[in-house]
């Protein structure tokens, strides 16, 4: 009787052992496909840029890289426009909005990357910047470890996703990618045999746009995607002379933790200014000219700047400019606030607002090779 139930019990563990082995080694199999072969399935809407980039047809002139905040306030057909009307081109140049949801600088850093790889090389390209995005401490991460970091990132970023707290959440989607993205796998598998079967199934919700893209150039935020009219400059302007509404001032207090959690711990440096750098070395390689741009915030937002926190980014955006030698401009206080929807998400007016201001203040200049750009403090007449 014991030698039949050690039997068993060898048996047993014996199973266990094989079962154990064949799930580590399904697991970190596919962490390596995920990774390497079918990155899609990690962060679907980076992939749909990229597939619109790297479609066959005239190359973007301007490439747009950022956040929401990016995504939803500059427009990028209307920039393109603008570069024409001012410059008198012949041709309105080309602006591509690579913009990502919960992007920093770091997801700016991938998807430069992602496009050179793909023979996207633009004359100018447009970079948000701003304190909370170059702190030392960097929640982003906690989007970072599920779409784009792969093995070989893990020794580089270890310790700023350990700062962020973001640990066990990069152990999971080393170790067991399957559960991590499976909604992600599962719509993927059946759009490969049906799309129509996955038009309702929403992205997982590291992967979800906080905008939708309505055309292959602009990609608006949700709240001006029902917007069916441009407004006019005049309408615009007087928007410009007005309080924000109970709905703007609600929306704007709703989020007013954001950002003082985002600076929380503030040192420049880490992940987020070694990104910075990589990027701008990249363009100083390829022949771009990049244009640092301070993306507007409302006041509120802006508090949360404290002295120390202001001066330690301005005099890290110096150095940044000196040694690259590009051009850095603050419009974070350039929009008013009645132009925003929260604290900071412009509006469909104060998108075409800052489009307006940073092309013919800052683009029309760089465009035509002059690097030294002073900033006007207001925008009159069309």
Request: proline share 7%; glycine share 6%.
């Amino acid at each position: 009787m014991n030698q039949r139930f050690s039997w068993h019990r060898r048996r047993g563990r014996t199973a266990f052992c094989w079962a154990a082995g064949a799930f580590v080694a399904a697991q970190l199999t596919a962490s390596v496909i995920l990774d390497y072969a079918w990155p899609a399935a990690r962060f679907p809407y980076a992939a749909e840029v990229l597939g619109r980039a790297g479609k066959a047809g005239p190359r973007p002139d301007v490439v747009l890289f950022g956040s929401s905040r990016i995504a939803g306030g500059l427009r990028a057909r209307d920039m393109g426009q603008e570069l024409q009307a001012t410059l008198g081109l012949p041709h309105a140049p080309l602006v591509f909005n690579a913009a990502v949801p919960a992007g920093d600088l770091i997801s700016a850093d991938h998807m430069l990357k992602q496009l050179l790889r793909r023979g996207v090389r633009p004359t100018l390209a447009v970079i948000e910047v701003n304190p909370e995005t170059l702190n030392h401490y960097n929640e982003w991460f906690f989007f970072h470890v599920r779409r784009q970091l792969r093995w070989d990132d893990v020794p580089a970023y270890w310790r700023d996703v350990f700062r962020a707290g973001q640990a066990h959440r990069l152990l999971r989607a080393r170790f067991v990618p399957l559960s991590v993205h499976r909604g992600n796998i599962r719509r993927a598998c059946l759009a490969w045999l049906d799309p129509q079967l996955v038009e309702s199934m929403p992205l997982e919700a590291w992967s979800l746009p906080v905008e939708k893209q309505t055309s292959e150039t602009d990609a608006p935020h949700a709240a001006t995607a029902a917007v069916a009219q441009q407004p006019t400059w005049d309408e615009v302007l007087q928007r410009c002379g007005e309080s924000p509404t109970e709905q703007q001032r609600h929306g704007t207090l709703a989020g007013l933790e954001q950002p003082y959690r985002w600076l929380k711990h503030y040192r420049v440096g880490g992940a987020s200014a070694k990104a910075l750098e990589r990027m701008l070395q990249r363009c100083r390689d390829h022949g771009i000219e990049p244009v640092l741009v301070g993306v507007p915030v409302t006041l509120a937002h802006r508090q949360a700047y404290t002295p120390p926190i202001e001066a330690a980014y301005r005099e890290h955006m110096r150095e940044v400019s000196r040694r690259f030698g590009c051009v850095f401009v603050d419009y974070r206080d350039r929009v008013p606030d009645s132009l925003f929807i929260d604290n900071h998400h412009v509006l469909a007016e104060g998108g075409w607002y800052f489009t307006r201001c940073l092309t013919r203040e800052v683009l029309t200049s760089v465009w035509c090779g002059q690097h030294t750009v002073e900033r006007p403090t207001e925008v009159g007449a069309p």
